[in-house]
Structures are given as structure tokens and as C-alpha cells.
């Protein structure tokens, strides 16, 4: 019955547009714990100071939903390979085309965990889209979705790095996936390709002050001025580590209507940019993730680029 679970899971999950599904045992993360507050330490996470809040509810699930056995793994593709028509135009990373993740990827997560309760029973669980202090990507290794490469994201052998995590917490005890071992091998291209040096030299820690993804969505200040000339043309996020990395040469376009880019969005010439109106931008950016960073934000980043 425990592994019927796993496959009824596995079956809905992937009718719902999730690619990949694993499953991991709810624990106390000691070792992630560690690389964490090294990274602390070191001020690596900039002024995201919620990064810091709640450290022992990161790195213990069983914190976050007391009776935890589970941690149900997800990964929901969102890779588009268009672009922009305009070379010149100020660049946003692809994961934003679309209809905000958050609300898209939650209403799939929200709706597996029912079906989960109608067909197994009464289950105590909660969903997380990129939404409470947990380390998704741990987890995402820990369930067999991937390796964490130099570029610290998350890799599957399969469709490469261009998806969003999710996960389900819940007090359901189901057999463990393995862990999918570092596939990175000797290849420095994230290193060698990241604009602002943001990745070490031996990869696998990433300084977030330096990452034009922090620089562009998370910093309400000005762009230091030693980056004005270092953020090669991007507005909002970054996607140059994840388009140099070989394995994405597996990416497959997604195939949610939700994700499908405003054709505003890719026709627009740099100059419609540098112009643009707030009420162009609302109504660009109308259900994307792109409204977080504001109006003004944004004009600051595409003055910038």
C-alpha cells in the first residue's frame, strides 16, 4: 500500500504539470545547517535578512509541521527559449515571462495535496512554493530531483536547471528516493560566464550581494556603482549561469499556458523601455512575478542596463 501511495502521487503529480516527483525522510538538516551559517557568516546573503530569521525551522521540516515524516519533493519546468525580439532590449530572466510561479505552482501543489487526503486518507501536511524558511534545494538533492552544481542551483540529468521547486510536508510515511550524486565533473562554465564573479572559484557558494539576480529583484537600494557596468543588459534577474551550463541542452519548453510571455513583453525596443509608463508596466507585468520589484525599481534596474 505504502509504494501504491508513491505511484498514485507520482501519477497525479504529473497530470497536474510537474515534471519531476521525489520523496525524502523529514529531518534535521546537519550538514546543510552548517553550509548555512557559513554563508551567514560571511554576509553572502546581503540585506535578505529573512535569510537569517528562523534558522532552525530551515533546517528542520519536522519544525514547520510537527509529525513530519515526508518531504514530497516537486520540480514544474518553465523553460522558454524565446527571446526578446530587440537585442538591444534591457533583458528579464524567463522564469518571469509568464503568470507569477508562486500563485501558478501553489494552486498545483494545493491540489495534489487533496487529492493525496480524498485518496489515502487524513494527512496533516502543508504546501511551499518558494513561500516559508526551507531549503528547497537540499531537499531537492536529498529526493533524487537533482544535484546542487557549481552554480548552486538545482540540475536534473534530464531537463537541466530551468524549473521551479515545491514541496508537500506531511506526517504520510512513504519509501525514500535516493539522492542523485554531482554530475558537474570538472566544468567551470557558470564560473567562468557569471558577469559580476558572484559564483566562487571553486563554484558551489554563491556571494548573493554580487548576483545580478539580488541586484535587480531583492536590493530596494541603488546598484552599487562598481556593478553599473558589469550587468550585461539584465533588468530583472539573470539567466547567464543556467544558459551556459551544458545540461540544459536537455531543457524542453514548458507547457504551461500560464507561463506563456505577454507578446509585449518580447516585442518591446529598448527605447519602449527607457520610456516606459507605469501604466505600461502594469499592464505588461499584470499576473507576473515582475510586479514585486515595483515600477520604480525596475526603472532603476533598465537605466542601469
Known amino acids: 500500500m505504502i509504494t501504491d501511495n508513491r505511484t498514485l502521487i507520482r501519477s497525479e503529480a504529473h497530470r497536474l504539470g510537474f515534471d519531476f516527483v521525489g520523496f525524502a525522510h523529514a529531518e534535521r538538516l546537519d550538514e546543510a545547517a552548517g553550509r548555512l551559517e557559513a554563508w ?9 535578512g529573512y535569510m537569517a530569521n528562523h534558522f532552525d525551522m530551515r533546517v528542520d521540516p519536522t519544525l514547520l509541521v510537527p509529525g513530519a515524516k515526508t518531504v514530497i519533493c516537486l520540480a514544474f519546468n518553465y523553460h522558454n527559449p524565446e527571446k526578446q525580439h530587440d537585442p538591444e532590449a534591457p533583458k528579464i530572466s524567463q ?16 491540489a495534489l495535496l ?10 496533516d501536511g502543508r504546501c511551499f512554493v518558494d513561500s516559508a524558511p526551507i531549503l528547497e534545494r537540499e531537499w531537492a538533492q536529498r529526493a533524487g530531483i537533482g544535484w546542487n552544481g557549481r552554480h548552486t542551483l538545482t540540475i536534473h540529468p534530464k531537463q537541466g536547471s530551468y524549473f521551479f521547486l515545491a514541496e508537500i510536508i506531511c506526517d504520510l510515511v512513504l519509501p525514500y528516493d535516493d539522492p542523485i550524486r554531482d554530475h558537474c565533473g570538472t566544468c567551470r562554465r557558470c564560473i567562468d560566464a557569471c558577469p559580476t564573479e558572484a559564483i566562487s572559484p571553486q563554484g558551489y557558494f554563491l556571494d548573493a550581494t554580487k548576483c545580478i539576480s539580488y541586484l535587480t529583484i531583492e536590493l530596494k537600494d541603488e546598484i552599487p556603482l562598481e556593478f553599473k ?25 514548458n507547457n504551461e499556458p500560464a507561463f506563456e ?45
Open 95 to 110: 522564469y518571469a515571462y509568464g503568470e507569477d510561479y508562486h500563485h501558478v505552482v501553489r494552486d498545483k501543489l494545493k
Open 114 to 123: 487533496e487529492f493525496m487526503r480524498e485518496t489515502i486518507g487524513e494527512i
Open 229 to 253: 557596468d558589469q550587468m550585461d543588459g539584465w533588468m530583472f534577474g539573470c539567466d547567464v549561469c543556467q544558459d551556459v551550463c551544458p545540461w540544459n541542452r536537455f531543457a524542453e519548453r
Open 261 to 305: 510571455p505577454n507578446p509585449e513583453l518580447l516585442s518591446m525596443k529598448k527605447q519602449e523601455w527607457v520610456e516606459m509608463t507605469e501604466e505600461v508596466f502594469g499592464r505588461v507585468f499584470r499576473k507576473s512575478a515582475v510586479k514585486r520589484a515595483k515600477y520604480l525599481k525596475m526603472k532603476r534596474n533598465i537605466l542601469g542596463t
Open 40 to 48: 551567514l557568516n560571511q554576509s553572502a546573503h546581503g540585506k535578505m
